[in-house]
């Protein structure tokens, strides 16, 4: 099994930035896919972005040119670098795992001020 480890959530400004990281242990497989998910009150959980062990990235439109997910494979921590941050980014944020199974971290509040 896989465990999620998450941190780097908390409060900030508009325009500001957050760099989120969740770092996977257990028996996993080379070949897999991290990424974020992001659920407000009231919406469904959205994707944010995802990176393939290989390397490619996929991103929700809406933070397409502010986020950028990274990934170190020999720690299996995948980031999360938040820039130019809106109130609308206000969520908790989900790490995901997935390889022949789906895990989720238990969440990370980020919290965008006005």
């Known amino acids: 099994q896989v465990q999620l480890v998450e941190s780097g959530g908390g409060l900030v400004q508009a325009g500001g930035s957050l760099r989120l990281s969740c770092a996977a242990s257990g028996s996993i497989f080379s070949i897999n896919v991290m990424g974020w998910y992001r659920q407000a009150p009231g919406k469904q959980r959205e994707l944010v972005a995802r990176i393939t062990s290989g390397g490619s990235t996929n991103y929700a439109d809406s933070v397409k040119g502010r986020f950028t997910i990274s990934r170190d494979n020999a720690k299996n921590t995948v980031y999360l670098l938040m820039n130019s941050l809106k109130p609308e980014d206000t969520a908790v944020y989900y790490c995901?795992?997935?390889?022949?199974?789906?895990?989720w971290g238990q969440g990370t509040q980020v919290t965008v001020s006005s």
């Open positions: 995901n795992f997935r390889d022949t199974k789906n895990y």
